[in-house]
């Protein structure tokens, strides 16, 4: 049977029986809990989308079964390979061929794959002819690497960390996947990188497998056995294969202080394979000595995969000449490496000092503004706080617009009035909108007039010399709003080099905003044009971050793009000072405690989360959302364990959930909708896991308590990419099955009350 024969039979099955597995989303929820929007605030996770009509889940779920907490407690026998060039380089040296797999979480076929089949001997054995690789956008575990360096295996996938199956994702999709994202995938490809066949939409595990037995035995290329085991491991550090690399990793770690010289020497003498995790073994090590010598390997070599650890090491401890030849060593790599020379930048930038913005300047001004009382400037519009009445504020506004064109026309060379005139009709025409919210035609006309006069006023204060910062600040505003971003940010470097530090307004607050963002798009641009950018960039953007975090009119979302721009640099000490300040200025805001979430599990996993925000809430005058909060990251906590196959402690974490989701509604009752919703998907995640842990009874009550607590929640997906109705859907299967008719009908009955919408199946 060829490859197209194949693809055209699976399909056609797949279509008669209405079994098509979802299409993936890149775009999964990697956080859990569903989602959710800041509590009291209206927000909230996107509508529900469709679950599954009865009929066709149980249907699916009897095709295919989903494993359970034994089944997850198996290891995964596939062995894949840890990158696309490993891949390549194992099967030009064996003669075989790869085979590319592609999974999601959530997605019931899919599941059932990772769960039961890639853990099963007989399954292993027919994939063992192939060089296998796996991609799924999916994180399992938060962290790939502990504090010692050692590796941090996907408990779903065992030979692969999360961060490398994930990576391989977005190379697969171009080379492979014809602009569709669909999982489960099986694709062969040949030596030449060529594709044979590529299976997907399969009715069952019987095409899948045939496809993968016919693929190897049509083939005429004899391949070769190559013997590992019996090498000295010194020679194993230039392969590729992940036995070679795990044995070389496994050796170090147990070997004496001479073995280990032996197989750094080795890894030096051995850039082209870039054995990086034995590297990153002794940068972080115990060992000085090693460290040292894995840092001066790292200097030496000119492989660009291995910017990434080099980044990693400069966070290290070091003599000032170690460091100077590292960061030499990423912009050698520079002249082929994108990434390598941008990282070269960011390490020069952040040591700098601005040249435009005078930092300790402006911290020791506005600490003295605040000491005094001293605000400035409107808060309306600078995102923080609630406007006054608006009536009264435009009012108020238009009176002072008036004093001041007043004084213009009593004295015309007045620089100093049209300035201020300039400002005052700014801020009336960013305001027009708001004020006017039930008339948009009268809005737009005030918009209109006062940017006009606004620009006008501020080119007659610049003809009349007037150097104030604002000459430049409000045409440079105007012209953003404008959407004249060219102009807006030419005009706002000279506006931001004359601002005087400390000052608070909001024409201040939003200039420095401007000046940041076109630092960042200059950035990005050079970036995405393979150009080198000058690291003062960096340094100005920094600067212009740091200030508006004190200034009084900053907020909560120009620390999360602060912050969001230090990691994409790879800068993370810098970022988590700054999160750190963020936080402790807006406690209750979402974007800052999602980013605080990740770092925690980045840095100290997931069994570090949950405590992190207990400690939190042991403060006595911690925040008023930080129960909320802490609900959340126990469903974050949870839907990992979920993802990872511990079903019991994923049961445990959802538990500690729902009262931490009940206290904060005590605490504030406005954030009731959320966490209603999300203690409704807690429920519903703690009954699957019961489930899979047999207790039936337990996910009966769980999954009825979750129906009943926010029946808008029951169609959505959670964190994991299922839906409490196709759980309730799961559980009523096994009862029927079981003759337990007296629970099913209670199921039946929970389900019978909800909108029917919500029981229709997934569209592929």
Request: glycine fraction near 8%; charged fraction near 25%.
């Amino acid at each position: 049977m060829d490859a197209a024969t194949i693809r055209r039979t699976a399909l056609v099955a797949a279509l008669i029986l209405g079994y098509l597995p979802l299409a993936a989303s890149v775009a999964a929820a990697q956080d859990g809990g569903g989602g959710s929007g800041e509590p009291g605030t209206g927000g909230g996770p996107p509508p529900p989308t469709l679950g599954t009509r009865e009929g066709a889940d149980v249907g699916r779920e009897r095709m295919w079964p989903a494993p359970t907490a034994q089944d997850w407690a198996r290891p995964c026998l596939i062995t894949f390979q840890r990158t696309w060039d490993d891949a390549l380089a194992v099967a030009r040296e064996t003669r075989k061929p790869i085979l590319v797999c592609i999974n999601m979480d959530g997605e019931i076929a899919s599941e059932h794959y990772a769960g039961i089949r890639y853990r099963q001997p007989e399954v292993a054995a027919l994939y063992e002819p192939y060089v296998c690789v796996i991609a799924s956008v999916y994180r399992h575990t938060p962290r790939d690497h502990d504090d010692a360096g050692g590796r941090i295996l996907c408990p779903r996938f065992g030979s692969v960390t999360c961060g490398e199956h994930i990576a391989l994702e977005p190379i697969i999709f171009e080379k492979y996947l014809d602009g569709r994202r669909i999982a489960p995938r099986h694709i062969m490809v040949e030596l030449d990188e060529s594709e044979v066949y590529d299976v997907y939409y399969a009715n069952d595990t019987a095409s899948v497998f045939d496809a993968i037995r016919e693929g190897t035995a049509q083939r005429n290329v004899e391949t070769r056995t190559i013997v590992r085991g019996d090498r000295p491991v010194t020679e194993r550090v230039g392969s590729r294969h992940v036995a070679d690399r795990e044995a070389v990793e496994q050796a170090y770690r147990g070997g004496d202080e001479a073995l280990r010289r032996r197989l750094l020497d080795a890894a030096q003498a051995s850039a082209d394979a870039a054995p990086i995790d034995l590297l990153r073994l002794a940068v972080f090590g115990f060992d000085t000595e090693l460290s040292r010598a894995a840092r001066r390997a790292l200097a030496a070599t000119d492989a660009p995969q291995a910017a990434d650890l080099i980044a990693e090491a400069l966070r290290v401890p070091m003599e000032s000449a170690e460091r100077e030849a590292l960061i030499a060593a990423l912009e050698r790599m520079g002249s082929s490496s994108r990434k390598a020379w941008w990282l070269a930048v960011v390490n020069r930038g952040l040591d700098s000092s601005s040249g435009t913005l005078d930092v300790a300047g402006w911290s020791q001004a506005l600490e003295a503004s605040a000491e005094d009382g001293a605000g400035g400037g409107a808060t309306y519009g600078g995102g923080t706080g609630k406007p006054p009445e608006v009536s009264a504020a435009w009012l108020a506004l238009e009176a002072q617009q008036r004093r001041r064109e007043a004084a213009c026309a009593a004295d015309p060379s007045n620089a100093t009035a049209y300035v201020e005139l300039a400002e005052t009709s700014l801020e009336m025409a960013r305001k027009a909108r708001p004020t006017f919210e039930d008339s948009p035609r009268l809005a737009r006309v005030f918009e209109r007039h006062n940017y006009d006069l606004a620009a006008r006023s501020a080119a007659r204060a610049a003809e009349l010399g007037s150097r104030d910062w604002r000459v430049d600040g409000v045409p440079a505003l105007v012209a953003y709003y404008a959407g004249d971003t060219e102009t807006a940010y030419a005009r706002a470097a000279p506006a931001v080099a004359a601002l005087p530090p400390g000052e608070p307004s909001w024409t201040a607050m939003a200039v420095l905003t401007v000046f940041a963002e076109s630092r960042f798009k200059s950035i990005m641009a050079a970036v995405k044009e393979r150009k080198k950018w000058p690291a003062a960039w960096l340094t100005d953007l920094d600067a212009a971050y740091t200030v508006l975090l004190q200034h009084p009119q900053g907020t909560a979302e120009q620390v999360a793009w602060h912050y969001d721009t230090l990691e994409w640099l790879r800068a993370r000490r810098r970022a988590a000072r700054v999160l750190d300040k963020g936080l402790a200025r807006f406690p209750n805001s979402s974007v800052l405690h999602k980013r605080l979430r990740d770092r925690i599990l980045r840095r100290d996993g997931i069994d570090a989360l949950e405590p992190a925000y207990a400690a939190l809430l042991a403060a006595p005058d911690h925040a008023r959302d930080l129960a909320w909060f802490a609900g959340y990251a126990s469903m974050v906590a949870a839907d990992y364990h979920r993802r990872s196959g511990n079903a019991e402690a994923a049961r445990d974490a959802y538990g500690r959930a729902v009262p931490l989701l009940d206290r904060a509604i005590e605490r504030n009752p406005a954030s009731r909708g959320s966490a209603d919703r999300l203690a409704a998907f807690a429920l519903a995640g703690r009954a699957r896991t019961a489930y899979q842990l047999g207790d039936i009874d337990a996910a009966i009550d769980d999954v009825l308590a979750s129906l009943a607590r926010d029946r808008d929640a029951a169609g959505s997906r959670d964190g994991v990419g299922v839906t409490p109705v196709e759980t309730a859907q799961i559980i009523l299967s096994k009862l029927r099955v079981d003759e337990r008719l007296d629970d099913a009908a209670r199921v039946e009955q929970a389900l019978g009350a909800l909108p029917p919408e919500y029981l229709l199946p997934d569209r592929p």
